[in-house]
């Protein structure tokens, strides 16, 4: 809603600058992202980005967890175990293929959704809205740094072994990774427009 008394825009040229970095981003593959990834103060800028997200009753209902360099092999063995424990078993060629996700990106980073503290006003899903808009502020952020990025999952991390793994609490669900890096190449897709996804209220008249 828009009245008289609307304040203009303070700096027109930002809004011309938010939009050239969010209709420019695409995520870059994790095999795609080379070094240098983001410095130690850049990934902090980075995660301070992401606590900008829209956050109700202010739960702050996630959390990063970074996997470093010399982790990577612990992280390897991680994807291995819980691709064994697939039904029907994998063969050495996914074996193989799941092992090497651990090696990609020179930063990578695990989100985690929190549950709690209970809230009755804010249900599950409005917390994964606020985890959700936080990593596409840091997405939004690497790419302005000029690094791309990707979120990835996998049926790896929504197994009891990686929870462990990671040390989860009861109340915590890991998400997916993030992975940040140099692209060596970036592939640009076709984005739907505003006609596929607006409409105006047609109320059902009967209620
Ligand atoms: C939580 C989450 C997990 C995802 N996991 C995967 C994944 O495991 N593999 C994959 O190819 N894309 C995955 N995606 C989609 C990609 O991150 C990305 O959004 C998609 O490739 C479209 O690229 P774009 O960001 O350039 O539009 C995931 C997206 C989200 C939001």
Redesign the pocket.
């Known amino acids: 809603m828009s009245t008289d008394d609307d304040a203009p825009p303070a700096d027109p040229e930002l809004g011309d600058l938010a939009l050239a970095l969010i209709g420019s ?5 994790p095999k795609r992202l080379l070094a240098p990834g983001p410095t130690p103060a850049q990934l902090q800028q980075l995660v301070e980005a992401a606590a900008s997200a829209p956050d109700h009753h202010d739960l702050l209902p996630w959390r990063l967890v970074r996997i470093a360099d010399d982790q990577r092999e612990r992280l390897a063995a991680l994807f291995e175990a819980c691709s064994r424990e697939r039904l029907p078993p994998p063969d050495e060629a996914d074996v193989a293929r799941a092992r090497a996700k651990a090696f990609r990106a020179p930063t990578l980073l695990l ?1 985690v959704l929190r549950l709690r503290p209970e809230d009755p006003e804010v249900p599950e899903s409005e917390r994964a809205v606020t985890l ?1 808009a936080a ?1 596409m502020a840091l ?1 939004l952020a690497a790419h302005g740094m000029g690094y791309g990025a ?5 049926r790896s991390v929504r197994t009891v072994r990686f929870a462990r793994a990671f040390r989860l609490a009861a109340d915590e669900q890991a ?3 993030v992975s940040i890096g140099t692209p060596s190449e970036v ?3 076709a ?1 739907p427009s505003a006609h596929e996804l607006l409409a105006d209220w047609a109320p059902d008249l009967g209620t």
Request: charged share 20%; net charge positive.
């Open positions: 981003r695409f995520s870059v593959a989100a959700g990593l997405l990707m979120l990835t999952s996998g998400l997916c990774f592939q640009r897709r984005r």
